[in-house]
């Protein structure tokens, strides 16, 4: 079966840089999430889409910004990175349905960012 | 906002014994979702099993269930027959049941359970 895409997998990033993370959801789902995973720590909701169209925002840094686009893929783009943005970002998708149905979120392998 | 505690930051078991992992919860909502998930050394998350906080039920998937205990905002996971594959780090998470379909997964701090041979 289909899972959720990430790219790229490892990612290495000097202070100050740009980084773009890229997210395939499962095919037919149309609702997008973004976690950030610190060392040693549980995620971090960061920001979510449906239908293209943001739905959900958490502690994202204003640093960062995020979209998804008309083939339902989503980027997060990670701009003056900063040490402490060192961590594992995943992206999870589900199905729309009506919210009374327990969709789960799958989640992706996740993409290892380290700055120095 | 919600919130998710998990007070075992470890736990170890024997193989094929049965161990139990606490989490406990805050919330103002009367209907929710509430799951465990898994996470290996390969850091991949992996849902083991989910509850919806209307069924008084208790969710089974084969070796794991649930112990879902509403008015005391518990939700504790039992994991029979203990394997070497199920060590990893284990997160209990709540989901809002209604709002947006962007709902958002808040987890707790984790438990990292080691399986002896």
């Known amino acids: 079966a289909a899972g959720v895409i990430q790219s790229p997998r490892h990612l290495i990033k000097e202070k100050r840089e740009t980084a773009t993370l890229k997210c395939y959801p499962i095919?037919?789902?149309?609702?997008v999430y973004w976690y950030q995973q610190g060392p040693g720590q549980d995620p971090q909701f960061l920001i979510s889409?449906?239908?293209?169209?943001?739905?959900d925002k958490g502690s994202i840094p204003d640093r960062f910004s995020a979209q998804q686009f008309s083939d339902y893929h989503s980027e997060l783009n990670m701009s003056s990175l900063e040490l402490g943005d060192s961590a594992l970002y995943f992206c999870?998708?589900?199905?729309?349905?009506?919210?009374?149905?327990?969709?789960?979120?799958?989640f992706g392998p996740g993409t290892r960012l380290t700055v120095t | 906002a919600q919130t998710v505690t998990q007070s075992q930051p470890e736990m170890s078991v024997q193989e094929a014994e049965t161990v139990t992992l606490s989490c406990t919860y805050d919330?103002?909502?009367?209907?929710?979702?509430l799951f465990w998930y898994k996470q290996p050394p390969s850091r991949q998350m992996i849902l083991v099993i989910r509850q919806e906080a209307y069924k008084q039920q208790n969710a089974t998937e084969n070796r794991f269930s649930v112990n879902f205990q509403k008015a005391a905002k518990s939700f504790s996971l039992k994991i029979s027959d203990s394997q070497l594959g199920d060590a990893a780090m284990y997160f209990c998470a709540y989901r809002s049941l209604w709002g947006t379909s962007g709902s958002r997964l808040t987890f707790g701090e984790g438990t990292q359970l080691t399986v002896n041979p």
């Open positions: 919330t103002s909502e009367s209907d929710y979702y």
């Open positions: 889409f449906y239908e293209k169209m943001q739905s």
């Open positions: 095919p037919r789902h149309d609702t």
């Open positions: 999870a998708s589900s199905p729309s349905g009506l919210d009374r149905v327990p969709y789960e979120q799958y």
